[in-house]
């Protein structure tokens, strides 16, 4: 994806010169002019990122860029579940994906479950962006909402060095070092390191964070290349969602159960390259290897003891036990998972740029192929809770929810692109890939297909996705564009692993049986139009409407608590876009405003034992099922959004910048049907105010900054659920016995960051 920015689409920290190429695949290729794209692309660079001073993309996101928006679930900063338009990416196994995610040309979407690790994401190593709206096939696999193309930065565009340094609340320290250049030999050169540690502002909460990024490449004329190498090694703790009572009784800084701990460890090699076979032809290609390796370790209430477990005896517990105290001696479960997953891989295109018919015409053809083995596993030791609501591990492990999988992904595609410029006016755009997928599970416990609860199971998914778009340019100010595209997304090892109607699961701690599913396919119409009004003034507006087929859902069973995943229909997204943004004097700001209606288009059935309105569908009189009919709005997606952001030049070294973001109320999770009475049934919208600053001691290199999040120190929630909860408002365990809850995501307190920034040595780059 080549460098781009596009001037509508453009934050105040962008606004300058416009660069009018955008790539239209993730490889290195050759771009189009931006007004001849029919999509409202968004483009930030990463002088941005560096300017806002984000923790992360998600986090710059999710104050910038209109459709966004984050819900906190970890509560850990490096894990949110991002956003757009209705479709997510998220770091949690189990969350419907529909959102791709690149860097470098390489699809960073974990093998197992499509899952995103915002974390192994270096961000002071990016020098640009890309938001790519739709179910754009030429993304491939997961590109149901969109795509994301990230781009890293490299010794001939970033030259010389900077070292910054930044504390301040929660106990965080951040250090960053980044240094690039070319050698007299031609060879050009990059490296950045990132080293994080925080308290944390919940309670138990640390994190630490350690990523290394290195480059080295050459080029002509003619010819470029790059190698590239990902190295992270990060321990986060995210505590996840707590009881809303608990953070009325015990302070905002309350959590549920601990410990709940993610490790994740990565190495990621990337060779690209491209060459110009003449002026007008180039051919462009990568070779990647991802190894990558997770631990989670959760301290979980044990609602499920069975004393007739095999190998389990109340003594272990607490001596002289018995079946009536049970549930008490042995009141805690430490879940415990580690996956290594082990991917390569190769793409090439050749790239046309060749007058057709006597009209400017740039055609694209490539393919690709992917192959990655995940190896799961997965099981419970038996605990007891301890007086700080911690579980201590007793050396008695369960059968139940034991698993050991073997998982390998093979997949190839074939894609072209066109686009014809019938004139200055009408310029036509047409797409597709074909992919073929397949996915072989293999249960190292219960290796006999045959046998009901065996995860063993092979499954093939393809199909062809084509687009259409035309792009309309009266003038060079003024663009209007029409779209319609197709994606799709195979079903993931953990949804093929938890499929069968007659042998459900609970997950994620259990999964048993795979028959076939269907993949999941997404059709977008989008038009708008976008323009600039005397290079000071740049608008965008857009609409959108995308429909997905053979949705996948989680779905009740007969055994309480219990389901499987199964294709349930359809679900829609549809909405507007709308940006703004100006530069007066010494002031520019961006405006924006998304509106986002996401429905369920089909009737089902889901497990839940805590929505008022659930009906009993076992004869146990109780209820455990809900009916989620058609128009019914799916959770955690906020109507409304709107964002601004002003920076003004204060004094010719010293900049003031301001977020102001809000969203409506959202419905949730649990509450599917959004019938549910009483407390939890919706989340509440919210306000919050950030601010930044940062004062450049002349031609120094020297400069202070600041950063201030939720100025007015705001208390609300960025997304919920509705669960059930084993302990008092005060935290005392209630013996066993459970009670509903309304579990929420509570959003960070006010925090202040103060640091220091030291550039050097740059000839002609630009950091």
């Given at each position: 994806?080549?460098?781009?920015?596009?001037?509508?689409?453009?934050?105040?920290?962008?606004?300058?010169?416009?660069?009018?190429?955008?790539?239209?695949?993730?490889?290195?290729?050759?771009?189009?002019?931006?007004?001849?794209?029919?999509?409202?692309?968004?483009?930030?660079?990463?002088?941005?990122?560096?300017?806002?001073?984000?923790?992360?993309?998600?986090?710059?996101?999710?104050?910038?860029?209109?459709?966004?928006?984050?819900?906190?679930?970890?509560?850990?900063?490096?894990?949110?579940?991002?956003?757009?338009?209705?479709?997510?990416?998220?770091?949690?196994?189990?969350?419907?994906?529909?959102?791709?995610?690149?860097?470098?040309?390489?699809?960073?979407?974990?093998?197992?479950?499509?899952?995103?690790?915002?974390?192994?994401?270096?961000?002071?190593?990016?020098?640009?962006?890309?938001?790519?709206?739709?179910?754009?096939?030429?993304?491939?696999?997961?590109?149901?909402?969109?795509?994301?193309?990230?781009?890293?930065?490299?010794?001939?565009?970033?030259?010389?060095?900077?070292?910054?340094?930044?504390?301040?609340?929660?106990?965080?320290?951040?250090?960053?070092?980044?240094?690039?250049?070319?050698?007299?030999?031609?060879?050009?050169?990059?490296?950045?390191?990132?080293?994080?540690?925080?308290?944390?502002?919940?309670?138990?909460?640390?994190?630490?964070?350690?990523?290394?990024?290195?480059?080295?490449?050459?080029?002509?004329?003619?010819?470029?290349?790059?190698?590239?190498?990902?190295?992270?090694?990060?321990?986060?703790?995210?505590?996840?969602?707590?009881?809303?009572?608990?953070?009325?009784?015990?302070?905002?800084?309350?959590?549920?159960?601990?410990?709940?701990?993610?490790?994740?460890?990565?190495?990621?090699?990337?060779?690209?390259?491209?060459?110009?076979?003449?002026?007008?032809?180039?051919?462009?290609?990568?070779?990647?290897?991802?190894?990558?390796?997770?631990?989670?370790?959760?301290?979980?209430?044990?609602?499920?003891?069975?004393?007739?477990?095999?190998?389990?005896?109340?003594?272990?517990?607490?001596?002289?036990?018995?079946?009536?105290?049970?549930?008490?001696?042995?009141?805690?479960?430490?879940?415990?998972?580690?996956?290594r997953r082990v991917g390569y891989g190769a793409s090439a295109q050749l790239n046309f740029n060749q007058n057709l018919f006597g009209r400017q015409n740039l055609f694209i053809v490539g393919l690709g192929y992917d192959r990655s083995r995940t190896d799961f596993e997965q099981g419970t030791e038996f605990g007891t809770l301890n007086t700080g609501r911690g579980v201590d591990g007793i050396g008695v492990f369960g059968d139940d929810g034991?698993?050991?999988?073997?998982?390998?992904?093979?997949?190839?595609?074939?894609?072209?692109?066109?686009?014809?410029?019938?004139?200055?006016?009408?310029?036509?755009?047409?797409?597709?890939?074909?992919?073929?997928?397949?996915?072989?599970?293999?249960?190292?416990?219960?290796?006999?297909?045959?046998?009901?609860?065996?995860?063993?199971?092979?499954?093939?998914?393809?199909?062809?996705?084509?687009?259409?778009?035309?792009?309309?340019?009266?003038?060079?100010?003024?663009?209007?564009?029409?779209?319609?595209?197709?994606?799709?997304?195979?079903?993931?090892?953990?949804?093929?692993?938890?499929?069968?109607?007659?042998?459900?699961?609970?997950?994620?701690?259990?999964?048993?049986?795979?028959?076939?599913?269907?993949?999941?396919?997404?059709?977008?119409?989008?038009?708008?139009?976008?323009?600039?009004?005397?290079?000071?003034?740049?608008?965008?507006?857009?609409?959108?409407?995308?429909?997905?087929?053979?949705?996948?859902?989680?779905?009740?069973?007969?055994?309480?608590?219990?389901?499987?995943?199964?294709?349930?229909?359809?679900?829609?997204?549809?909405?507007?876009?709308?940006?703004?943004?100006?530069?007066?004097?010494?002031?520019?700001?961006?405006?924006?405003?998304?509106?986002?209606?996401?429905?369920?288009?089909?009737?089902?059935?889901?497990?839940?034992?805590?929505?008022?309105?659930?009906?009993?569908?076992?004869?146990?009189?109780?209820?455990?099922?809900?009916?989620?009919?058609?128009?019914?709005?799916?959770?955690?997606?906020?109507?409304?959004?709107?964002?601004?952001?002003?920076?003004?030049?204060?004094?010719?070294?010293?900049?003031?910048?301001?977020?102001?973001?809000?969203?409506?109320?959202?419905?949730?999770?649990?509450?599917?049907?959004?019938?549910?009475?009483?407390?939890?049934?919706?989340?509440?919208?919210?306000?919050?105010?950030?601010?930044?600053?940062?004062?450049?001691?002349?031609?120094?290199?020297?400069?202070?900054?600041?950063?201030?999040?939720?100025?007015?120190?705001?208390?609300?929630?960025?997304?919920?659920?509705?669960?059930?909860?084993?302990f008092e408002a005060d935290g005392t365990f209630m013996g066993g016995d459970d009670e509903f809850s309304a579990l929420v995501a509570p959003g960070a307190p006010r925090a202040a960051w103060i640091g220091v920034r030291y550039e050097f040595g740059k000839a002609g780059g630009r950091f």
């Amino acid at each position: 994806m080549s460098s781009a920015t596009q001037a509508q689409n453009q934050t105040p920290d962008q606004l300058g010169p416009t660069v009018t190429v955008i790539g239209t695949t993730p490889l290195p290729g050759i771009g189009v002019t931006a007004d001849k794209l029919p999509a409202n692309v968004q483009t930030v660079e990463g002088e941005a990122l560096q300017a806002q001073h984000s923790l992360t993309i998600a986090d710059y996101m999710a104050q910038n860029m209109t459709g966004v928006n984050v819900n906190e679930t970890q509560n850990n900063p490096f894990q949110p579940n991002v956003n757009f338009r209705g479709f997510t990416a998220s770091p949690l196994l189990g969350t419907p994906q529909g959102l791709s995610v690149y860097q470098d040309g390489v699809r960073v979407n974990e093998p197992f479950g499509d899952v995103v690790s915002w974390d192994l994401i270096p961000t002071n190593a990016l020098a640009d962006m890309v938001l790519i709206p739709g179910s754009n096939p030429l993304f491939g696999l997961n590109t149901l909402g969109g795509a994301i193309s990230l781009q890293t930065k490299r010794g001939y565009t970033h030259r010389g060095a900077a070292v910054e340094l930044s504390a301040g609340a929660w106990g965080r320290h951040n250090a960053q070092v980044e240094y690039g250049g070319v050698a007299d030999n031609g060879v050009d050169y990059f490296i950045a390191g990132n080293w994080f540690e925080e308290d944390g502002w919940r309670d138990a909460s640390p994190s630490d964070v350690r990523q290394l990024f290195g480059q080295l490449g050459w080029r002509n004329d003619r010819t470029d290349l790059s190698l590239n190498l990902s190295l992270a090694d990060n321990d986060l703790i995210g505590n996840g969602l707590v009881q809303r009572e608990f953070l009325r009784a015990q302070g905002w800084e309350a959590i549920n159960t601990k410990p709940d701990q993610t490790a994740n460890k990565l190495a990621f090699l990337n060779f690209n390259a491209s060459h110009w076979i003449d002026d007008d032809i180039m051919v462009s290609g990568n070779v990647y290897y991802r190894n990558a390796r997770t631990r989670t370790l959760n301290g979980d209430v044990n609602d499920d003891i069975d004393p007739d477990e095999p190998g389990f005896d109340l003594d272990d517990c607490v001596p002289g036990a018995d079946e009536d105290d049970a549930e008490i001696s042995c009141s805690g479960a430490l879940n415990r998972s580690k996956s290594r997953r082990v991917g390569y891989g190769a793409s090439a295109q050749l790239n046309f740029n060749q007058n057709l018919f006597g009209r400017q015409n740039l055609f694209i053809v490539g393919l690709g192929y992917d192959r990655s083995r995940t190896d799961f596993e997965q099981g419970t030791e038996f605990g007891t809770l301890n007086t700080g609501r911690g579980v201590d591990g007793i050396g008695v492990f369960g059968d139940d929810g034991e698993v050991q999988l073997r998982g390998v992904n093979r997949s190839w595609s074939f894609f072209l692109t066109d686009t014809f410029s019938f004139n200055e006016l009408y310029h036509l755009t047409l797409s597709g890939r074909y992919t073929h997928t397949r996915v072989e599970n293999r249960d190292r416990l219960i290796p006999d297909p045959g046998n009901p609860e065996s995860l063993t199971g092979d499954h093939s998914f393809k199909r062809f996705n084509p687009a259409i778009g035309l792009a309309i340019t009266p003038n060079r100010n003024l663009s209007f564009y029409a779209s319609y595209n197709e994606a799709g997304r195979a079903p993931t090892a953990i949804e093929l692993g938890c499929a069968n109607p007659d042998q459900p699961c609970k997950l994620p701690n259990a999964m048993a049986g795979d028959p076939p599913l269907d993949m999941v396919v997404s059709k977008t119409f989008e038009g708008g139009v976008r323009g600039k009004v005397a290079d000071r003034f740049g608008y965008s507006l857009s609409l959108y409407r995308t429909q997905n087929t053979d949705d996948i859902q989680f779905i009740a069973a007969n055994s309480t608590g219990a389901g499987y995943f199964s294709n349930v229909g359809k679900t829609r997204r549809q909405g507007i876009d709308l940006g703004v943004n100006g530069e007066i004097g010494k002031f520019r700001w961006f405006a924006g405003y998304s509106y986002i209606e996401a429905t369920y288009q089909s009737a089902f059935s889901i497990a839940n034992e805590v929505n008022s309105s659930a009906v009993d569908t076992d004869s146990d009189g109780e209820g455990d099922t809900i009916l989620v009919r058609k128009g019914d709005s799916i959770p955690g997606i906020p109507r409304h959004q709107f964002k601004l952001r002003g920076q003004w030049q204060a004094l010719p070294h010293w900049t003031i910048g301001a977020n102001i973001v809000a969203f409506s109320s959202q419905y949730s999770h649990g509450n599917e049907n959004n019938d549910h009475q009483g407390t939890g049934g919706k989340v509440s919208g919210y306000t919050v105010v950030n601010l930044d600053t940062r004062y450049s001691f002349g031609k120094s290199g020297w400069q202070l900054f600041a950063r201030v999040n939720n100025l007015f120190d705001r208390k609300y929630y960025t997304g919920g659920m509705l669960g059930e909860t084993f302990f008092e408002a005060d935290g005392t365990f209630m013996g066993g016995d459970d009670e509903f809850s309304a579990l929420v995501a509570p959003g960070a307190p006010r925090a202040a960051w103060i640091g220091v920034r030291y550039e050097f040595g740059k000839a002609g780059g630009r950091f």
